[in-house]
């Protein structure tokens, strides 16, 4: 396959745009300049003032022609967002924020360690349907209403002083249709007392959906995807840089410069060194994303941009007033020999008071004179310092702080900058089968068996790491393509996986000889009339069953669950028969890395939901084809598409 692109490299639409200063600024020119995602950064230090006068320019230019007012910004109810600096996209079922074992969200679990190794978050994103949307007709809004104790969760992390970003999926068009999008938000805000919404996707929010938004909750904060448009920044006043690339001499954020309370979130989600993101945040005055659990890989940050981060939040935190309203003068002055080690700086000038904020962008620590007015300073390599001083007689009040927080974030950065890699391993159901295969079974023999697996390349990856790891972003066609791999299976006893799936009938007869209640029982049987099986279905797939329940069945019939490599060589038996409707089949291949837990899916359903690429693979699939289904908590992985069928191990007889 030739790729018409390095994933590795810039695309040219992420690329910074250069700033021409040699003729005056025409109209054409100053229209040109609102596309921009960042703003290049001249290497020729006598070229700045010029640049400097050029975007300010543009800026006058650009808010007359879009008449902008900032009437967003004055909202009290949204002026938070100005200083919602770092913010975290969370998957729901993200295993610090909720507890497979106690059957419950945890954000006390989460909120400790974003503080240990972060010094806390202003901001979550609670993502939640994508990637598992359209295993069956559930739509987005499903997965948020359908969760019992959500509004705690969101209470909880209010209380603890945090903000809650939903995710709206504009690309959820093929699943259960209710009411319009902009109603179905709307109400979600108003459900779960949202603070904002994540623009997934989406640049910008149609001006119907705006209003319908705003009226669910006044000065609800609207981040946009990537470059967000001049003319929307009025009502939009926050959007996630994700993808920009800067200049090798550090470049000024479009948006941010347009509007200092717009507040930007710098991210690479499949980067693994944050440094240059970190480093565009503190020149520019704006946050950073904290991006983990990407759609169910883990891409974690090391200790290095962990450290950094605290050290770039202790300054930000005591300087917030300075940097909304301060003169900020980007690439300020420094001295030659700061310049020539690759050292660069923002200032911010308030009330006598100047900050730097300083970045080096070469890779060994550097130690001088940055300006005359300060004392020699160390700079680490690809990271950040700061330096503070005042002029005047009487320092404001608020200057002390600020100085303290300069000394204790100077400090050369601790911990490792290699990336913390999590293998997913296995979780081994308790016991095994005891009994004999008593029904129709296919049996798989002992020794070894190579099997090759087809599956689609979607984000979530299959089953080591991450999958997509320093690309700048995937695209198709490395994004969605079809892919195999292989697998070397020792079986080390015959295995008898049945040749049928478990139905409601047989699935009715356990419940009534062994009483079983599961511990969590939302969606449990949801199909069932009056406790038992629709007249008609009995010998259909039993779905609305999770794994727990799965097991449970399993155990009761002295039987287990067949994995993954069982299932697909049993599924190249011609005995082997897939039950009506089809559904997919749980196996006995659970897997966690510590923060995701995902199990395999086997066989396909009949459902499909058509409409985007960003659906699970719905519609029957041959025996060799998986899914990696990343597990929702508190019932929602009962599903009507998902049933099970049981294995024996031979050698138990």
Known sequence: MTYTFDPLVPRPIDLPTAIDTSAALTRELSVALDEAKIFSGPTNPAERDAWRARLDE?????????????????????QWAAQCRTVAQVWLWDELLYSFDEHRFTPERLIADAQARFDGLDAV??????????????NQWD??????????????????????????????????????????????????????????????????????LNAAKDGIVLEGESKLAVERTEDHTSSWAQFFADSEVPGVLRAHWYERRHMQHHVRRWHRDHSEELQSAWLNGV?????????????????????????????????????????????????????????????????????????????????????????????????IAAAVGHSGDAAPVWFAGLEAAVAAANVVPTGSPAFAHRIARRVLAEGSSRDTATEPSVLIASGEH??????????????QGAPYVDEFKPLPPRLHDARTLQREVVLHGGVRVAQTEVTNRQFAAFVAESGYVPAIDHRYLLQWQDGAPAAGTENEPVTFVNLDDARAYAAWRGARLAT??????????????????????????EYSDGRTRFVMLKGGADYIAEGSDWYIEGGPHEADYAVKFLRPGLGLDRSATIGFRLAWDEESS
Do not use: C
């Open 450 to 463: 190579v099997v090759t697996v087809r599956y689609r390349a979607r984000e979530t990856g299959m089953y």
């Open 143 to 212: 997965y948020y209403r359908d969760i019992p104790g959500l509004r705690r969760l969101v209470d909880d992390l209010h209380a603890a002083g945090l903000k809650v970003f939903v995710d709206y999926n504009p690309w959820d068009i093929g699943t259960r249709r209710a009411g319009a999008d902009r109603e179905e938000l709307a109400a979600v805000i108003a459900d779960f007392d949202a603070d904002g919404v994540f623009l997934d996707t989406l640049k910008k929010a149609d001006p119907d959906l705006v209003a319908a």
């Open 287 to 383: 946050g950073v994303m904290v991006w983990e659990v990407v759609f169910g890989v883990w891409v974690g940050w090391s200790e290095r941009d962990a450290n950094t981060l605290r050290r770039l939040q202790t300054v930000t935190r005591a300087a917030e007033d300075l940097l909304l309203t301060g003169a900020w003068t980007p690439l300020a002055a420094l001295t030659a020999d700061a310049e020539a080690a690759g050292v660069y700086a923002s200032s911010w000038e308030k009330e006598g008071v100047t900050l730097f904020t300083l970045v080096n962008r070469g890779t060994t620590d550097w130690t001088g004179v940055v300006h005359a007015d300060h004392p020699p300073i160390t700079v680490p390599g690809r990271s």
């Open 564 to 589: 993954e490599d069982e299932w697909q060589l049993a599924g190249a038996d011609e005995s082997f028969q897939r039950g009506t409707p089809r559904v997919w089949n749980w196996t006995e291949s």
């Open 58 to 78: 543009w800026r006058r230019d650009a808010r007359e022609r879009h008449g902008f007012v900032g009437t967003g910004y004055e909202n009290p109810n949204a």
């Open 125 to 138: 994103v609670l993502w939640h349907a994508y990637p598992i949307i359209g295993v069956d007709d559930r």
